[in-house]
């Protein structure tokens, strides 16, 4: 991961993609969304969304699994570099979610992020502030998801 002096704003990652199968939506629905149109094929029909959906959770829980797992896989390749990586801190919230189309069994879709603003922490100088729009895009190229993020990432040691 990198230090708050080495992002630039309009940077774009790329960070991941997950098919939702209509075992993982229901699976999902029925332990934190159980609603019918997450629940049943034929409920989705007959819905606004004309298929079984995934819940926005879901996608979001997703999204958030992928960031996780490529900001690893980006901090490990750093370390067998030989590089010092740095620790981000937790999140202080985000802003503008947004479930813009239906996600629906079979779709898959592409995770990405891209830095929007950044600044020095008055309270905590050490710390930069970062925001990020994380999209999700399904197969035909659509936009399904966005949200605005926001999180800590430390600044370089001034030695």
């Known amino acids: 991961m990198h230090f708050f002096e080495d992002i630039e704003i309009g940077a774009r990652r790329e960070f991941g993609s997950f098919t939702f199968t209509a075992e993982d ?3 999902f629905a029925a ?9 049943d094929e034929e409920e989705g029909r007959k819905s606004l969304f004309g298929g079984l959906a ?14 996780v797992a490529d900001g690893k896989r980006l901090s490990t390749e750093a370390a067998a570099r030989g590089e010092k990586v740095a620790v981000w801190g937790p999140s202080p919230g985000f802003r503008e979610l947004r479930w813009i189309r239906p996600v629906l069994a ?17 309270k905590r100088p050490e710390w930069g502030i970062l925001q990020a729009r994380n999209t999700g895009i399904n197969q035909r190229g659509e936009v399904v998801f966005s949200f605005l993020a926001t999180a800590f990432v430390p600044r370089r040691n001034k030695d």
């Open 25 to 27: 939506i229901k699976r």
């Open 54 to 67: 995934a819940s926005g959770w879901h996608v979001a829980a997703v999204c958030m699994k992928l960031l």
């Open 106 to 122: 079979g779709d898959t879709i592409r995770f990405s992020n891209q830095v929007e603003t950044k600044r020095t922490s008055e």
């Open 31 to 39: 332990q934190f969304d159980p609603q019918r149109f997450h629940l």
